[in-house]
């Protein structure tokens, strides 16, 4: 129940005339690949760790996939992004989700984590009927005593990206500085722009992205791009953002991302 608050997890959309072979396809190899599925020996359908990554195609904390009715509303994630007609289904974070309204695409399928999210008193919570919530949080080194919520003025932020609920909606709703009015501005960007000094939060632009690296190789030219060639995207980036890099020069001093799978990724750092 510590947390800023809760939003929405992750799911599938597809366009419209794809929303039953696509809904029939999960729910197949779901039922030879899931948690329980007969050829779950062959191929686990929620664990990365034999690719040597993580969260691959779903999240590995996923209990399952729900399949969704064709009257869900999905007009309540408030996030835009774009959306190229270029495949016929994609797993993406629900906030990302807002787009089956805007390009005639629908959800079929979401996450289903085993547990309900409970924010914390007085924090916020945006779940809908839709998706089920994950709980955001803010993590900062445990050499840095002095920081906490209401002191974040004039430092370094880290964010799994844009337009995501932990590391950009749910944050927004709280007092980050108490010589900031969070209250005067509708814009999570802005008023994260006037609170904290610099950071990295993939997908926006000016001081925000100033924290972030890219990738390598090609991908070094993808600074603060919105995906993966941004070394410090999404809630595994945001951490290694909060460490730094060997340079000592790109790092924050606190991160907001969600809280699934947070003690396996911190691991999962320090012995990298």
Not at 129 to 138: K, Q, T
Not at 150 to 173: D, E, K, M, Q, V
């Amino acid at each position: 129940s510590c947390n800023l608050g809760c939003g929405p997890g992750g799911g599938v959309i597809t366009r419209y005339n794809f929303r039953k072979v696509v809904r029939k396809f999960i729910t197949t190899i779901q039922l030879l690949f899931g948690r329980n599925g007969k050829r779950r020996q062959h191929f686990q359908l929620f664990n990365s760790t034999s690719f040597g990554e993580n969260d691959l195609l779903f999240r590995d904390m996923t209990d399952k996939l729900v399949v969704l009715p064709d009257d869900v509303d999905v007009s309540q994630i408030p996030i835009l992004n774009h959306f190229k007609d270029e495949v016929d289904a994609v797993s993406l974070d629900a906030t990302h989700s807002y787009v089956a309204g805007k390009c005639g695409l629908i959800p079929v399928v979401t996450e289903y984590y085993g547990r309900t999210c409970a924010p914390a008193e007085g924090s916020a919570h945006v779940e809908t009927d839709v998706f089920p919530s994950v709980a955001g949080v803010a993590v900062a080194k445990h050499s840095s005593r002095n920081i906490f919520m209401g002191n974040l003025g004039g430092r370094r932020s880290c964010h799994s990206h844009l337009y995501s609920p932990a590391g950009w909606l749910l944050p927004y709703t709280h007092t980050l500085s108490l010589e900031h009015n969070n209250s005067a501005s509708c814009d999570p960007n802005q008023v994260f722009d006037e609170v904290f000094w610099k950071g990295c939060l993939p997908g926006s632009q000016g001081n925000l992205c100033k924290v972030c690296m890219g990738g390598t190789g090609e991908a070094a030219t993808k600074r603060c791009s919105d995906n993966h060639n941004e070394r410090y995207y999404g809630n595994m980036g945001a951490l290694r953002c909060l460490v730094g890099d060997p340079s000592g020069k790109s790092y924050g001093e606190v991160a907001f991302l969600e809280q699934h799978s947070l003690h396996t990724n911190i691991l999962s750092l320090s012995s990298s």
